[in-house]
């Protein structure tokens, strides 16, 4: 198991039910998933709940072998010393990427290791040139944001994340912000980060990249109503809210 979340309870202030109403699912270690839904259905707070981005209330999550208590269950102390710990097995690519643009691909994914885990520069560049060459960037290590594409720059953003060694890595809606020509190249670097073993999870909105993925889970109303393989519940949905949504995406 690397990734657990059980009975989450999230209530945003101001509005009348909580976003997450007992929200829970169970993912094995390196499994590649989607997480699906309509807007508001409660997929990005499930994202920032794990990454410790957004509070709440009960519930647990379990990230290999560290468990995170919402506020009501835990000290503020000890939650904090629990979401430290949880942070070092997390990674997260954001929607926009968030490159520095004055720092070289190479540079964006060394920066982080030699701050925050004492390696050193040769170390970190070695570690990075590999993830690079990994993610199909070789000829781009030495080029800057501004010179990349969209998808690679999403690419540089995932290796980036990888060389601070997640267990978990979260993704949020990794192809909005891309041209429909580049959105393939996204799936193949997730593929490619599927075979390191490193649990990844993806929240969109994009169908053909949640059929490429080896798991989904459906989000209606802050719980889960159907989770499987894609040839399973992207085809042969089950429950009604999971059909009506697959219908308004065709």
């Known amino acids: 198991m690397t990734l657990k979340v059980t009975g989450l309870l999230r209530h945003h202030a101001g509005n009348a039910e909580p976003t997450l109403k007992g929200l829970s699912f169970d993912l094995p270690g390196g499994t ?4 699906l ?4 259905a409660g997929k990005s ?4 709940c794990v990454m410790g981005l957004e509070p709440f ?3 647990t999550i379990e990230i290999d072998g560290v468990i995170v208590r919402g506020t009501k269950d ?10 430290h710990v949880a942070r070092t097995r997390l990674g997260l690519v954001f ?5 520095f643009p004055h720092l ?32 199909g960037l070789e000829h781009r290590i ?22 601070m060694e997640p267990r978990v890595l979260l993704y949020d809606e990794p192809t909005s912000a891309l041209d429909p020509s580049l959105k393939g190249e996204v799936l193949q670097a997730l593929k490619r980060v599927d075979a390191t073993g490193v649990t990844q999870v993806v929240v969109t909105h994009d169908l053909a990249l949640a059929r490429g993925m080896e798991h989904v889970c459906v989000l209606d109303h802050g719980i889960v109503i159907e989770s499987g393989a894609p040839a399973q519940v992207l085809q042969a949905p089950q429950h009604d809210a999971t059909k009506a949504l697959l219908k308004d995406w065709v």
Not at 95 to 99: A, C, K, P
Not at 110 to 131: I, V
């Open 74 to 83: 835990v000290s503020p102390d000890e939650r904090q010393r629990q979401l």
């Open 45 to 48: 707070t499930v994202l920032r």
């Open 57 to 59: 209330e009960s519930g």
């Open 95 to 99: 929607q926009s990427f968030e490159l």
């Open 142 to 163: 030495d080029a800057y944001p501004e010179q990349l594409s969209g998808g690679q720059k999403q690419r540089v953003a995932i290796a980036r994340a990888l060389a």
């Open 104 to 135: 070289s691909a190479l540079d964006n994914c060394t920066l982080a290791p030699m701050k925050t885990k004492g390696l050193t520069r040769g170390q970190a560049e070695t570690r990075a040139r590999e993830l690079l060459v990994q993610l």
């Open 37 to 40: 839904g309509r807007s508001g």
């Open 32 to 35: 590649l998933t989607a997480l």
